[in-house]
C-alpha cells in the first residue's frame, strides 16, 4: 500500500498514512481532531548516463559536408 502525507487545516500538524490508491478516507488529525487535505510535493529526477541529444538522431547524408557548386 502507498504512503500518503496529510497536512490538519485546522493546527497544521503534518503526519503519514497507508491506504489503498482508490479509496479516498476522511482522515482526521490526530492531535486535533481537524480536517485533513492530502499534501501533494513534487518526485525527485535522477538523470544517469551519457545523455541524449538532438545531434544523435539526425542522418548525416554526404551533401551536408561539401560546399555547394551552385
Same mark, same amino acid.
Given at each position: 500500500?502507498?504512503?500518503y502525507e496529510y497536512a490538519c487545516t485546522k493546527c497544521g500538524h503534518q503526519f503519514?498514512?497507508?491506504h489503498s490508491?482508490?479509496?479516498k478516507p476522511k482522515i482526521p488529525c490526530p492531535q486535533c481532531d #481537524?480536517?485533513?487535505?492530502?499534501?501533494?510535493?513534487?518526485? #525527485?529526477?535522477?538523470f544517469? #548516463?551519457? #545523455?541524449?541529444?538532438?545531434?544523435?538522431s539526425v542522418a548525416k547524408s554526404p551533401t551536408d559536408s561539401s560546399p555547394s557548386s551552385e
Open positions: 500500500m502507498p504512503l503519514d498514512t497507508r490508491a482508490d479509496e #481537524g480536517v485533513t487535505n492530502k499534501v501533494f510535493s513534487p518526485t #525527485g529526477i535522477i544517469k #548516463g551519457s #545523455g541524449w541529444y538532438i545531434k544523435d
